[in-house]
């Protein structure tokens, strides 16, 4: 259950670049939140940043009471959480939202991540590891430093594969190319999750839905409340057996979809109807 307190930074860590991590004291979110969850924060006590953004829970530690985020700076919200001093209060209320799905026994979780998209997968990975899954991270972003926080895979024994769009570090090119080939190796059953830009979520739901695999993507809409009550956040979603594609909430109803029931921007309807239909799912030119 979703709890509202002031949080008390504990700790906060410089990365290179635009990009750090901040721990706040919150022991419901510390205990209870789960891989894909997120919570709603904002700086002071005060009305002035109005709105509280979303942020995806990095890592926990119930001990201690205290989660981590990831954040990286790019707006006045950000610029002012990224400005607290430890012992400084937040606004915070998490966890929320549905969280990442693990896969059924016996199949691999290949995450594809970009950017701060990295950020539930940490989480996540250790839930699966604990139940004895396996767990494969790709890794995308524009350049090397946007590709940050890889040390705790490595140290979890989780296998990370970076791309970037320059060839400055790791596979030259998208993050899915590797995806593609990885899957082209026929190494068993797997499930897709990925979390990052929409245009890179759109096209791991078709690469999952031409190779007939199941895919759970989390959407990153504006969002203003985080409780379903603005309906700035909310999304089109189309089931197989839905003749008309609905607006669902992401606050509320997930931010993790399955990603053939995505109706995407540029489509008419979800993959999943498609298929339900007989049809091929469609693929763009030069996608």
Request: glycine residues 12%; aromatic residues 8%; hydrophobic residues 45%.
């Amino acid at each position: 259950m979703a709890v509202n307190r002031e949080a008390a930074l504990v700790s906060r860590q410089p990365l290179d670049g635009a990009y750090l991590l901040l721990s706040f004291r919150h022991p419901e979110v510390a205990r209870e939140a789960r891989a894909g969850q997120f919570v709603m924060i904002k700086a002071g006590t005060s009305a002035e940043p109005p709105l509280r953004r979303p942020f995806s829970v990095l890592t926990v530690d119930a001990a201690a009471g205290t989660f981590t985020l990831f954040l990286k700076v790019v707006g006045a919200g950000t610029r002012a959480l990224a400005a607290l001093a430890p012992g400084d209060l937040a606004q915070c209320l998490g966890p929320l939202g549905q969280p990442f799905v693990a896969p059924p026994a016996g199949h691999e979780a290949l995450l594809v991540a970009g950017g701060y998209g990295i950020a539930p997968f940490h989480l996540f990975c250790e839930e699966l590891l604990r139940a004895g899954g396996r767990a494969r991270v790709f890794y995308g972003g524009r350049a090397e430093g946007d590709l940050q926080v890889r040390e705790p895979f490595a140290r979890m024994g989780v296998p990370l594969l970076p791309a970037t769009d320059d060839g400055s570090f790791g596979h030259h090119g998208r993050v899915t190319e590797p995806v593609e080939s990885y899957l082209d190796a026929a190494r068993g059953p797997a499930v897709l999750y990925a979390c990052g830009p929409d245009p890179m979520l759109h096209a791991v739901a078709r690469l999952a839905a031409r190779r007939g695999l199941p895919a759970q993507v989390s959407l990153d809409p504006w969002m203003g409340c985080g409780v379903g009550t603005c309906l700035g956040c909310v999304v089109r979603i189309q089931g197989a057996d839905e003749p008309r594609a609905r607006y669902r909430c992401a606050c509320t109803e997930g931010p993790v979809f399955d990603g053939r029931e995505v109706v995407w921007a540029g489509d008419e309807v979800s993959a999943a109807r498609w298929e339900a239909a007989g049809a091929v799912v469609p693929v763009p030119e030069g996608r």
